[in-house]
């Protein structure tokens, strides 16, 4: 899974990274990926890059869906602009 967004409020975002942890040690996530800083090379992407290793697109779905992610999701919906995207892993076209 990769977010790339913009902080547009960074008091109401500071809650975010601790609350998101549990959530991720829980489902197995693999934190890939955590740049608060992110360079664009191309088009205009946010500062903000996160990507995230899952077992598979479902186990990542779940982790999206839970609970406990839900209950914590606004702290950065409500408080950053940009996109959170399920991938499959990498297969090599044939």
Not at 22 to 46: C, F, H, I, K, Q
Not at 63 to 77: F, G, K
């Amino acid at each position: 899974m990769v977010f790339n967004y913009t902080v547009t409020n960074p008091e109401g975002y500071e809650a975010y990274p601790s609350a998101v942890r549990p959530t991720l040690a829980s489902s197995g996530a693999e934190l890939l990926v955590a740049d608060y800083r992110s360079d664009a090379a191309e088009g205009s992407p946010g500062e903000v890059t996160v990507v995230l290793r899952f077992e598979s697109k479902d186990a990542a779905r779940a982790w999206y869906d839970s609970e406990a992610y839900q209950s914590i999701r606004h702290l950065r919906t409500s408080n950053a602009e940009g996109i959170g995207v399920l991938c499959d892993g990498f297969t090599m076209p044939s």
